[in-house]
């Protein structure tokens, strides 16, 4: 296992003391295992709180601070966060306007934010929760039932906080949150296997000269694995995949996300290709991010998220952002 780390075993509470001191800008609650924006609660605003296994930064943590996240809760590799992280966060950035839970369709993610949720609501914590289920690739996986929450995660972070940020009631956030992923669809490609600490070796087999087609985030299977492709042809079927789910009738907000293990060099020369495809089917592309946002720890891929928008979501979209990971405008 040749890995950046100490030992397995503290890996995530490592990475957190690295991201505290790199960021003074958030609260880093090693030990709870909770990031907050150093000025939470902030008067006025609905709290924003998601969380997930860790291994795909810069989700979440990477996307905490004004204009998105109010606090993140990171669980062990590709782990649940458990309540406990929940109601902490909760409670750290409740200003009284209510808390919005972001939650990625993963089995554990939802019974144990749902059990939050409660808990937080008998603290007297007003709580909403919004599910994201944007990935096409599968109906059912290892993980869940329904569809995987994958990049569309991203956007409703982002639109949902930035509404957030302007004042907006838990009700508003809340049904921004809910047509961001409605409007969301998303379709991933693997070209290597992901090797987790624990395991120290890939946690499935893809031979050499091979890719799997609608992987998930966790390495869950996807639609069919083939000879290798050139960037062109994965485009066409990962595009065609999307948006013949999505069907938009208005201008995207487009998503090039890299695996982990993707260079920006690929990830670049694969966007030139998604845009093609996008201008073939009439398709117009408001914006475009390119970059690994939604990882899986060393697995080289790329996933592609379609987000259809309107004005008031593009003007969200442009509103400031400051987080580790995503800024512009302030």
Known sequence: MRMLINVPETVVDDALRGMAAAHPALKVDVANRVIVRRDAPVNGNVGLVSGGGSGHEPLHGGFVGPGMLSAACPGEVFTSPVPDQMVRAAAAVDSGKGVLFVVKNYTGDVLNFEMAAELAEDEGIQVAKVLVNDDVAVTD????????????????????????????????????ARQVNDSSRSFGVALSAV??????????????????????????????????????????????????????????????????????????????????????????????????????????????????????????WDAPVETAALRWGR
């Open 195 to 316: 090797t987790t600490p624990a395991k120290g070796s890939p946690t499935f087999d893809l031979p050499p000269g091979e890719l799997e087609l609608g992987i998930g985030i966790h390495g869950e299977p996807g639609r069919e694995r083939r000879a290798m492709m050139t960037s062109r042809e994965i485009a066409d079927f990962a595009v065609g995949a999307v948006l013949e789910d999505l069907r938009p009738t208005g201008p995207v907000i487009a998503l090039v996300n890299g695996m982990g293990a993707t260079p920006l060099l690929e990830l670049y020369g694969f966007n030139a290709e998604v845009q093609r495809v996008l201008s073939e089917r009439g398709v117009s592309v408001a914006r475009t991010l390119v970059g690994n946002y939604v990882t899986s720890l060393d697995m080289a891929g790329c996933s592609v998220t379609l987000c259809q928008i309107d004005e008031e979501l593009l003007r969200l």
């Open 141 to 176: 996986s290892l993980f869940t039932a329904g569809r995987r929450g994958t990049g569309a995660t991203l956007f409703v972070e982002k639109l949902a906080g930035a509404a957030a940020e302007e004042g907006a009631s838990l009700e508003r956030v809340e049904a921004v």
